[in-house]
């Protein structure tokens, strides 16, 4: 588990923020776990993420946080879950932070967005994931554009049925690249704030290309990776100038998402059954 997470506990997930601001790598903090089912579990969440934007202003870690709506009580309560999304909201603005909102599975697209978008429309500094693999998800882009948003764009983590998302890989990368072209466009004009979420270095290397020749100056774009994935990539992006942030996950309910990890590369399985053996 060490190689994604620097440790099950908030206090290792900030001292890891703190030693990525001393190379000029910005972080992402998220607490692991989804899908509660009662208010309370996602009440306590909601005072957990305000706690940690708290910690974040008192360390002053350039830190962000990011927030699975399941997680804050979607399930159970959706006007609850949107006043928990409002109060992050809120408090990361005091704390000179950020709040993003992940993308989960299909069936949440539509409430996540109208989420997104009820928060959005109070609190500038909210963002949403989208994912590339997606059919529909070039119709959302293009729906949210009008607001100059913050999207952070990945290939996407879940198992989705063909009808819903492209299932070849090839497929979603040029899918990835388009969709990361239509927002490099609006950023080149301050009118959007793309994040590319990808270890994919490749393609990290097309769509610096792209910015370029769109004349979207490196700073109007980020990229956003996984804690321990990529770590020597991560600082050399930084030092050429890329804003870098790294998405460092921490808490104990790690299960679901530590198969999400191992699924995306299968030689990360290999790597857990040498460790074990
Ligand atoms: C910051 C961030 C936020 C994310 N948020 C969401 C979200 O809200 N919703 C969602 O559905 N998905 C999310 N994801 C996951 C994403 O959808 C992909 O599943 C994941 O990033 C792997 O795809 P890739 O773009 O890195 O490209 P890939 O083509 O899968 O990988 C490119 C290369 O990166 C390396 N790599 C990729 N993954 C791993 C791994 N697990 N272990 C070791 N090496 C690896 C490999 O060398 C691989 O060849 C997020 C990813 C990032 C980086």
């Known amino acids: 588990m060490r190689r994604f997470l620097p440790g099950e506990e908030l206090g290792a997930a900030l001292d890891a923020a703190a030693g990525f601001a001393r190379d000029g790598i910005g972080s992402v903090l998220t607490e692991l776990g989804e899908q509660v089912t009662t208010r309370a579990e996602g009440s306590r969440v909601r005072d957990h993420y305000l706690q940690v934007l708290d910690r974040v202003r008192q360390r002053g870690l350039p830190a962000q946080i990011s927030v699975k709506l399941t997680h804050l009580g979607l399930d159970v309560d959706r006007a609850a879950c949107l006043e928990n999304v409002r109060a992050l909201a809120a408090r990361a603005a005091d704390a000179a932070s950020f709040l993003w909102i992940d993308m989960e599975e299909s069936r949440y697209v539509d409430v996540t967005l109208e989420l997104f978008r009820r928060a959005r429309a109070a609190h500038a500094g909210v963002g949403v994931c989208l994912q590339a693999y997606l059919r529909r998800t070039s119709a959302d882009l293009e729906g949210l554009l009008p607001l100059a948003p913050a999207i952070r764009l990945v290939k996407g983590a879940y198992n989705e049925p063909p009808d819903v998302a492209f299932p070849k890989k090839r497929d979603v990368d040029e899918r990835y690249f388009t969709l990361a072209g239509r927002l490099l466009e609006h950023a080149a004009r301050g009118q959007a704030r793309p994040v590319f979420g990808t270890h994919d270095l490749r393609l990290i290397e097309r769509l610096r290309q792209r910015a370029a020749a769109l004349g979207a100056a490196p700073g109007s774009y980020e990229v956003h990776m996984l804690y321990g994935i990529r770590a020597a990539e991560q600082r050399a992006l930084a030092r050429d100038g890329v804003p870098v942030r790294v998405l460092i ?26 460790n074990l053996v």
């Open 249 to 274: 996950s921490y808490g104990t309910h790690w299960f679901p998402w530590y198969m999400r990890r191992l699924a995306e590369r299968p030689a990360n399985v290999w790597f857990v059954i040498r």
